[in-house]
DNA sequence: CAATTTATTTTGATAATCAAATTATATTTA
DNA sequence: TAAATATAATTTGATTATCAAAATAAATTG
């Protein structure tokens, strides 16, 4: 097998690996009652602030009608608070709860911890490396993202 | 800012575009009437092969009641072929139709645009230690997160 | 102030998924 | 070998995530 057929097949399996270990983690850990997506837009609306739901719908890229649900959804939970603007009444912000804030740090520590753990098997030229095919590769992916 | 973090923030992005940005190539490619999962069923079962349910369904790591109708679909749009085994009448054995061939090789090449892109001036040396570092991850993943 | 634009929600639909029940066939065992 | 058990796949009934288009409400503009 060439070099990238072999690197390929390994970034697949990683690719896929990780989004299963993330799902797993949330379902075994205090939130288990978030799916993946519930927790993005948790991870979206973010700690300390107060978003719209134009602008968070536009960074998920769903549509505003998908962003209703799923904050009816995390308002039931208990993970988010709704209200509507007083500046503009058409407007709605939307923010963390605690209980909101306490999910999205476990989610950053989960994060930060699957990253301190893969970096420290490396030494810092392997480092280099890493970085330097990760930024190729979100190159291109902006470069395709053009649509 | 630290290798953790751009790390972190390079992996964050990547995952958020990645399935994203392979479904809008398929469906403004030629094959715009498959979804991304359809896709990775096609890629699954594979070129020259004929596969059962049950191995294809625990590849994707599915139920066989959704690879069912996963392969109902599929088989409607003229990407994959089912028949019964001879051998044991319980097995279903699939296959990809001519068309579906087309589709497989498509995706291929995505990937393939995509190794090439992530191996961007790396000499072979660096190639060889990009497998290797890669494979470590991976397997150190499984081991951390076994459940 | 009427027409238009904007922000959001509602409605009605479809994909993907699961667990549990069902069907058909094969294997084991008493 | 007939009955019990196991296996492979499908069907059923449900949920979640998603969209486009219609509806609602508020703000802006001409």
Redo the contacts between chains.
């Keep these: 097998m060439s070099?990238?057929e072999?690197?390929?097949e390994?970034?697949?399996?990683?690719?896929a690996?990780?989004?299963?270990?993330e799902e797993?983690?949330l379902r075994?850990g205090n939130f288990f009652d978030l799916s993946i997506s519930e927790m993005?837009v948790i991870d979206n609306i973010g700690v300390n602030k107060e978003r719209t739901m134009s602008d968070t719908a536009k960074d998920l890229?769903v549509t505003s009608g998908t962003l209703t649900t799923a904050i009816d959804n995390l308002i039931k939970k208990g993970y988010v608070e709704r209200r509507r603007s007083v500046e503009d009444r058409r407007v709605v912000k939307i923010k963390l709860t605690d209980k909101g804030m306490e999910a999205f740090k476990a989610h950053e520590d989960f994060?930060?911890d699957?990253?301190?753990?893969?970096?420290q098997?490396?030494d810092s030229?392997?480092?280099e490396?890493?970085?330097?095919?990760?930024?190729?590769?979100?190159?291109?992916?902006n470069h395709?993202?053009k649509?």
Excluded: G, M
């Excluded at 690996?17 to 270990?21: A, E, H, R, S, V």
């Excluded at 490396?129 to 992916?141: A, C, P, R, T």
């Design positions: 070099n990238h072999t690197v390929n390994i970034l697949v399996r990683l690719f690996n990780i989004l299963d270990i797993k983690c075994t993005h890229k994060h930060k699957l990253v301190i753990s893969a970096l098997q490396l030229k392997e480092e490396l890493l970085i330097k095919v990760l930024s190729n590769i979100d190159v291109f992916f395709k993202y649509f």
